[in-house]
């Protein structure tokens, strides 16, 4: 049994930390099994949760179960997604988050290292006024350093 993914749009989407929620609605997911289309319809699950570091899909034992008149099938998330073409869909959904979350990454390792560099200068600085003898500048400059180790 081979499945296609007609229509997907997430009802409403959450993210929380690292955790992306997709929740689905009657008429937002619908496959197509064989020549019929089936409407997603949500009496078990109505969620996928995609973990956004591993990009890893964290709820795949759940069951989603779809619905064409009278007939209705139930499928686990994992079966799913190795049946039909829901991985592609779900890659599209998510870029952006994986995107926004890759980029507050970078952004957060490059602010640390900046951090470290800035604290790197601020002890080369102690040193040089050591070395000169500046005692007010030494004196500023250990007041600083105990400010920004206190802020870390």
């Known amino acids: ?20 929620k997709l929740v689905f609605a009657y008429q937002y997911f619908s496959v197509v099994k064989g020549e019929e289309v089936y409407q997603f319809i949500p009496v078990e699950s109505n969620e996928i949760r995609i973990n956004l570091k591993t990009r890893q899909i964290e709820n795949l034992t759940d069951i989603f179960v779809f619905q064409r008149g009278t007939r209705i099938f ?3 998330l994992f079966q799913l997604l190795q049946i039909s073409d829901l991985v ?9 988050y994986v ?3 890759q980029a507050d990454e970078e952004e957060e390792a490059m602010n640390e290292e900046i951090g ?3 604290m790197q200068n601020l002890y080369r600085l102690i040193d040089k006024a050591l070395l000169e003898g500046d005692r007010d500048l030494f004196m500023q400059l250990t007041d600083q350093l105990k400010t920004e180790e206190a802020a870390q």
């Open 1 to 20: 049994m081979l499945l296609t993914v007609k229509m997907m749009k997430p009802f409403y989407t959450l993210q929380e930390g690292h955790e992306l």
């Open 88 to 96: 592609d869909h779900l890659k599209a959904v998510s870029q952006f």
């Open 74 to 76: 139930r499928i686990p």
């Open 116 to 118: 470290n560099l800035e």
């Open 99 to 101: 995107e926004q979350i």
